[in-house]
């Protein structure tokens, strides 16, 4: 339970009065129900302005850019960014990728999560204000209400008012926009997974299949839903990053913060008064910090973990501090130990310079080298050896002993590749002449090959298992070749 000591900047505030209401009404002797969920109060945030609102329109920009366009762009004849499921293959431009290349999304995704902690302990939740996507979609959204339904105040007014004729044609438009935009977007993701030119004309001639029209419809309300109703509650109760983001966080840590030294006490004052005659600090408690904020929350409250460190109300308070002739920055990005001693002599750079820091660039800088330098060497020929199980060892003419293997053969490359097959590890090991060359691979094609590897009647070797060596070669390149290690039995 929350002590009714517990500060004014705390979050959990809230609770206090309710705590003491029940402990008057049991004095009184009636008992009172107390709700231990909050009722959701609808936001409506206020357009802003400014340097901050300037960097997340640009990476709007950029995330859908790159989201909504490069599924169209064509490489080689074919989409450039392709997971094709059905083949199991996945092109991204000149590399082709198959199921065997796992290991490469695991890189992928251990960068990820490194390139997270690093940006998290240097500025707290700046991917969660600026590049994610509820965040992004968010602000599409809410771009397309407000041109259709207009600003804060009119909106509020609205849904506060009567159930007109302009109220339902501007809410209809709204979730008409909302809709289509939702649907465009389910419709280029599945494009990643299934050819969109061709996902296209299925569209187009409704003949689209059951799982496409699934992944569109399901993306697309997920995108509707999440974007256009849940909006903040999505960050506050569904994204596991909020919840665990704090043990990430120091004192070193860049956040939104405000000045409390600077800005308190608030209060309204016009612009010809002396704050400082009034007794009051450079906050004028205009509330539009509140009123911008997409979560809702009141930053002068302190540190919260709702804050996406979206910077809305640094824009919207530096407005106001221009405005009213006060220097700007009573709410900026800053660390926790800045805030706390504004007049130390420590800089920003040693301070967000600090060992977790500099721990986290460093592992992210020498995965990303070796995950670099692994793409660069990487042979664009993949091979399988699988024994025959049907006929694992055999004695054939004039006393020779025949294993069969089955090679699947896959060329990841964008180029055709003729390839030469040899057999080695034991003395007397030798491939039928025409199994030596295998037909001519076609970009990106996977065949399997069996072959016939003979040991001689005039080597003697014991019962057994025998390690072999499968060495498979370009002939047009002779930097590709694949080595793959099997076993040759002797029968009893």
């Given at each position: ?7 004014a900047?705390?979050?959990t ?53 790159f ?11 074919r ?41 998290t ?21 809410m ?6 339904e ?24 709204k ?6 935009l ?37 993306y ?5 839903g ?30 939104v ?23 009051l600090g450079?906050c ?17 409250d ?7 460190s ?20 009573l ?18 750079a040693?301070?967000v ?32 050896v ?48 025409a ?6 691979l ?44 099997s076993?040759?039995?002797v029968?009893?």
């Open positions: 339970m929350t002590s009714p000591d517990a500060p900047g705390s979050r505030g809230k609770v206090i009065p309710i705590v003491a209401a029940k402990q008057e009404a049991g004095a009184g002797g009636a008992p009172v129900l107390v709700s231990l969920y909050e009722k959701h109060r609808k936001i409506h945030p206020r357009s802003v302005s400014g340097r901050f609102a300037t960097w997340r329109w640009i990476m709007v920009w950029v995330t859908q850019l989201f909504y366009g490069l599924p169209w762009l064509q490489w080689n004849g989409q450039a960014v392709l997971f094709d499921l059905d083949s199991r293959r996945f092109y991204l431009f000149e590399l082709v990728f198959y199921p065997q290349d796992f290991v490469y999304l695991a890189g992928l995704l251990v960068i990820s999560a490194l390139a997270l902690f690093l940006f302990a240097v500025a707290g939740r700046v991917w969660c204000g600026y590049a994610c996507p509820q965040t992004v979609y968010t602000e599409l959204f771009w397309i209400e407000r041109r259709v207009g600003e804060r105040h009119h909106r509020m007014r609205r849904d506060a008012g009567r159930r007109n004729l302009d109220y339902v044609w501007r809410k209809t438009l979730h008409v926009v909302w809709g289509l939702a649907l465009w977007t389910g419709f280029t993701f599945v494009g990643y997974f299934s050819p969109i030119h061709t996902l296209g004309f299925d569209l187009l001639s409704l003949r689209m299949g059951p799982w496409e029209a699934f992944w569109v419809l399901f697309a309300f997920a995108t509707y999440n974007a256009g109703w849940m909006r903040e509650q999505v960050c506050k109760y569904m994204c596991p990053y909020a919840r665990f983001q704090s043990a990430m966080f120091d004192s070193g840590t860049l956040i913060g405000y000045d409390t030294a600077r800005g308190e006490p608030r209060g309204a004052r016009s612009r010809k008064q002396d704050p400082t005659k009034l007794g450079d004028v408690d205009c509330t539009l910090c509140v009123q911008v904020c997409p979560v809702g929350i009141d930053i002068r302190g540190l919260q973990y709702e804050c996406i979206c910077a809305a109300c640094i824009d919207a308070c530096d407005t106001v501090m221009t405005r009213v002739g006060y220097a700007p920055g709410i900026r990005y800053a660390t926790g130990n800045t805030l706390a001693n504004p007049h130390g002599s420590r800089s920003l040693r301070t310079l600090r060992p977790r820091v500099l721990v986290y660039g460093a592992l992210l800088g020498a995965i990303c080298v070796a995950f670099v330098l692994s793409m660069w060497v990487r042979v664009p020929l993949k091979v399988d699988i024994r025959d199980r049907a006929t694992l060892s055999r004695i054939i003419d004039d006393g020779v002993i025949e294993n069969v293997y089955r090679l699947h053969l896959m060329n990841a490359s964008e180029r055709a590749q003729r390839l030469r097959i040899d057999v080695s590890g034991l003395p007397g090991l030798s491939l039928p002449a199994e030596r060359l295998t037909p001519v076609a970009p990106a094609q996977a065949v399997n090959v069996v072959v016939h590897v003979h040991l001689s009647a005039d080597e003697v070797l014991a019962p057994g298992s025998h390690p072999i060596q499968f060495t498979i070669q370009e002939l047009d390149a002779h930097d590709i070749r694949v080595q793959e290690k076993v040759f039995l029968p009893r």
